[in-house]
């Protein structure tokens, strides 16, 4: 039997997939004590049942990855089949390498600690990195909030358009965003001189009098994102979307998104994103249906890959 059960991180998402399987919400009882640990119980019976646990890993990162890890413990100890966690933002996913001598590679930490937990499977979203795939020992379906964006930017039926990329490193989804839209491409040179601080250079392609969408995993201080719109309108932009995955939105991020020159702001809810965090122009776009026909898939031993062609 499938049974899907949610932690504290993003239960109304947890809700929202429940509803399109058409199953109910499992029964947990989450507690915190007052010195900061976490208590969880699995209040209903699993013996042999594929389970599911939804919980992205944002802020509060540690606190939400602990409360994942006890959850599939107490899930392991009750007998379920199988655990897949559901993790559709992924935290610690930008540590992926060394990149300086003497640090982790704390996204390979928390794989570490989801696998030897007891997961049997990971189901997450947009990851960060690709090669996180690689950090596991066990099978990682990994999910793509594209189609859901694309067909919400192909219903605007936006002419003149160029899908631009904030770095290099994105230009490959940029590029896939491109391919889809029939638009153009443009990526921005620039240069980060310290974490969550970044300088644009320049645009490498043609923007002047173009609708541009800048695509992004995700929105985190949105310092770089935010520039970037500066860059394309100094650049003569004829209007500027702002598109990513996941909106993490900490530090500053509204103020910088109520400066951006963005007529939106589409973001999917892999993340909570309260009305204190919210901007007039954004709009959340729900992956709830996706994530469903991905555990519904997996649940049924069928392909994952083939929702993506």
Same mark, same amino acid.
């Given at each position: 039997?499938?049974?899907?059960?949610?932690?504290?991180?993003?239960? @109304?998402?947890?809700?929202?997939?429940?509803?399109?399987l058409e199953i109910e919400l499992g029964k947990v009882e989450?507690?915190?004590?007052?010195?900061?640990?976490?208590?969880?119980?699995?209040?209903?019976?699993?013996?042999?049942?594929?389970?599911?646990?939804v919980q992205p890993t944002g802020y509060p990162a540690n606190d939400n990855i602990m409360q994942l890890l006890l959850m599939i413990d107490a899930l392991k100890r009750a007998?379920?089949?199988?655990? !897949?966690?559901?993790?559709?933002?992924?935290?610690?996913?930008? &540590?992926?390498?060394?990149? @300086?001598?003497?640090?982790?590679?704390?996204?390979?930490? =928390?794989a570490?600690?989801?696998?030897?937990?007891g997961a049997h499977r990971v189901l997450s979203m947009d990851?960060?990195?690709?090669?996180? &795939?690689?950090?596991?020992?066990?099978? =990682?379906?990994?999910?793509?909030a594209a189609p859901v964006m694309i067909e919400y930017f192909r219903k605007k039926k936006l002419d003149n358009l160029v899908i631009v990329s904030p770095d290099s490193g994105g230009a490959e989804r940029a590029r896939f965003f491109a391919k889809q839209l029939h638009a153009g491409l443009a990526i921005?040179?620039?240069?980060?001189?310290?974490?969550?601080?970044?300088?644009?250079?320049?645009?490498?392609g043609d923007v002047k009098g173009k609708n541009c969408i800048v695509v992004d995993d995700m929105i985190d201080t949105a310092g770089t994102i935010c520039k970037a719109a500066r860059a394309l309108k100094e650049?003569?932009?004829?209007?500027?979307y702002i598109a990513a995955t996941h909106g993490v939105l900490s530090g500053a991020a509204k103020e910088n998104l109520l400066a951006a020159p963005a007529d939106e702001i589409v973001l999917a809810n892999t993340l909570p994103i309260h009305e204190e965090k919210r !901007?007039?122009?954004?709009?959340?776009?729900?992956?709830?249906?996706?994530?469903?026909?991905?555990?519904?898939?997996?649940?049924?031993?069928?392909?994952?890959?083939?929702?993506?062609?």
């Open positions: 039997m499938l049974k899907l059960f949610s932690g504290s991180a993003h239960e @109304e998402l947890a809700r929202l997939i429940a509803s399109h989450l507690k915190k004590f007052s010195d900061g640990e976490l208590s969880v119980k699995i209040a209903e019976n699993v013996r042999g049942d594929d389970v599911f646990v007998s379920a089949r199988r655990i !897949t966690a559901v993790i559709p933002y992924y935290g610690y996913g930008r &540590q992926d390498r060394k990149v @300086e001598p003497r640090v982790p590679i704390s996204a390979k930490v =928390v570490s600690l989801i696998e030897n937990i990851l960060h990195a690709d090669q996180i &795939q690689g950090f596991f020992d066990i099978p =990682v379906d990994h999910l793509f921005i040179d620039k240069r980060r001189p310290k974490a969550n601080v970044s300088e644009v250079m320049h645009i490498v650049n003569g932009a004829n209007s500027i !901007t007039p122009n954004m709009v959340i776009l729900s992956i709830a249906p996706l994530m469903a026909e991905a555990i519904r898939r997996i649940h049924e031993e069928r392909s994952v890959s083939s929702l993506f062609i």
